[in-house]
């Protein structure tokens, strides 16, 4: 509800006083976003996130993380998909697959010592379909996109307090351009977690240009 919204909101800013700093249009603007997206901005749902940041111009801006809970609730309220789940497969667990012309996956997660990740998987089931989809993801893949991920070695990174979640988000991320996603709905994604804009450079000063007099 909108009630319920706006008392989110009013938490996250006093958790975080630094969105005083933030200017106010642009606080507003994100908002918005989350408000039209139906994702709550720093709750315990951990749909989106909000980030005050100071950028190295001494201006504030907000850094906008769409969380992996968040691309979930998206994709599954998609009317061309039925269900979308991500998983990771681990050594201790049995598994088999096959991407040929009969395509399928098998896994049966071990209920004592899984061991280390080996690869992730996304299965989807589009509507009317007969069959499930499937994507394996590899640990060099997610790493690759780690290892060009902007946020990844910033202060309080989610890949070193949550990296399961990171790693399985990662994997949703890959694998999404390959689902019957909504245009609008993917526009929405590619636009956030993305690199915060760049400021222009101050201009060098000229120095055929004549002194200001009220400086001197």
Request: aromatic share 8%; hydrophobic share 45%.
């Amino acid at each position: 509800s909108v009630v319920r919204f706006l008392r989110v909101c009013e938490t996250a800013m006093l958790q975080r006083t630094n969105f005083l700093l933030v200017p106010q249009d642009m606080l507003a603007a994100e908002l918005l976003r989350c408000a039209s997206l139906g994702l709550e901005p720093n709750s315990p749902l951990r749909h989106i996130f909000l980030e005050p940041e100071l950028l190295d111009s001494g201006a504030w801006h907000i850094k906008t993380i769409m969380g992996y809970k968040g691309m979930l609730q998206l994709i599954q309220r998609t009317p061309t998909i039925e269900y979308v789940r991500v998983n990771v497969v681990r050594d201790g667990d049995e598994w088999d697959y096959d991407q040929g012309t009969d395509a399928f996956i098998l896994h049966k997660q071990a209920l004592t010592g899984r061991g280390d990740p080996l690869f992730h998987y996304v299965i989807w089931k589009t509507v009317g379909a007969a069959r499930p989809e499937f994507e394996i993801v590899t640990l060099d893949e997610i790493a690759e996109r780690k290892a060009y991920s902007v946020f990844a070695e910033m202060e309080d990174s989610a890949w070193e307090s949550h990296e399961s979640l990171m790693q399985r988000k990662t994997a949703l991320k890959i694998v999404f351009p390959w689902m019957p996603i909504d245009v609008a709905l993917a526009a929405v994604v590619a636009d956030l977690d993305q690199t915060p804009p760049a400021l222009p450079p101050e201009p060098e000063p000229d120095p055929e240009a004549e002194p200001d007099a009220d400086a001197a």
